[in-house]
């Protein structure tokens, strides 16, 4: 079965720092690949998405993920990290079976804060 | 465009009670999802509709139903609230094409519903 593993509940980093939030993540055709973002009392907007070709993919606010199919990951980072990056981070991954395309699977999230 | 639209923002109600959370989506989307968030639980999927006529089954569907209205809206009936049903509800859709599978998975969400069952 599918499925996508965020290393990590809570991740907290201090502002200007690397912020590295992990996804790993299993499918037996090739992923098409998801990172939402879901601020407080909000709901959860796309911050980059890999498909097809190239492997590095940018995204909204500085962020971007490297697809690295040989370790199955699909890592986010953002250089030097903003107070306003405080927020839930969702990876997630398209459903491969016929039966559940249609759908996204989801890891548990993990919550980022920024120390000033 | 306003996106996704999810009435009410709000909602208590006590055990037994029914109620129906409202989704629309001025997109032209084919597929409309339900989920609810809990806390250390990420999103878990209630029910999805893929197309307008077509309802499924997502990984908690127990206490709930669903109705496709047509293509803009997709409803979620609580028939007897549980404290379990407490959560935060969001609706989502997608534009998915049979004809061009890809990268039309993006997931559109709307602000969420809270509920508390008392």
């Known amino acids: 079965a599918q499925s996508v593993t965020q290393l990590g509940s809570h991740v907290s980093v201090s502002e200007g720092a690397l912020v590295l939030l992990r996804c790993n993540y299993s499918s037996s055709v090739p992923p098409y690949l998801f990172w939402y973002v879901q601020y407080p009392n909000q709901g959860l907007q796309l911050l980059l998405k890999y498909t097809t070709g190239a492997t590095l993919v940018k995204g909204i606010n500085g962020f971007e993920a490297e697809f690295k199919k040989s370790e199955t990951s699909f890592h986010l980072t953002k250089p030097s990290a903003h107070m306003s990056d405080a927020a839930e981070y969702f990876c997630?991954?398209?459903?491969?079976?016929?039966?559940?395309?249609?759908?996204?699977?989801w890891g548990l999230g993990t919550s980022l804060a920024v120390n000033p | 465009n306003a996106g996704v639209t999810q009435t009410p923002k709000f909602q208590v109600l006590k055990t037994g009670q029914s109620m129906t959370l409202q989704c629309a989506q001025d997109?032209?989307?084919?597929?409309m999802y339900w989920y609810r968030q809990d806390p250390g639980m990420g999103l878990r999927l209630i029910y999805y509709s893929a197309s307008e006529g077509t309802t499924d089954k997502g990984e908690v569907p127990n206490g709930y139903n669903v109705s496709r209205l047509n293509k803009r809206e997709f409803s979620l009936r609580l028939e007897s609230a549980a404290p379990s049903q407490t959560s935060v509800y969001f609706c989502?859709?997608?534009?998915?094409?049979?004809?061009?599978?890809?990268?039309?998975?993006?997931?559109?969400f709307g602000p969420g519903t809270r509920l508390t069952v008392l």
């Open positions: 997109m032209n989307h084919n597929s």
């Open positions: 989502a859709s997608s534009e998915i094409s049979v004809a061009r599978p890809g990268p039309f998975n993006e997931q559109f």
């Open positions: 997630a991954v398209r459903g491969a079976q016929a039966g559940n395309n249609r759908k996204l699977i």
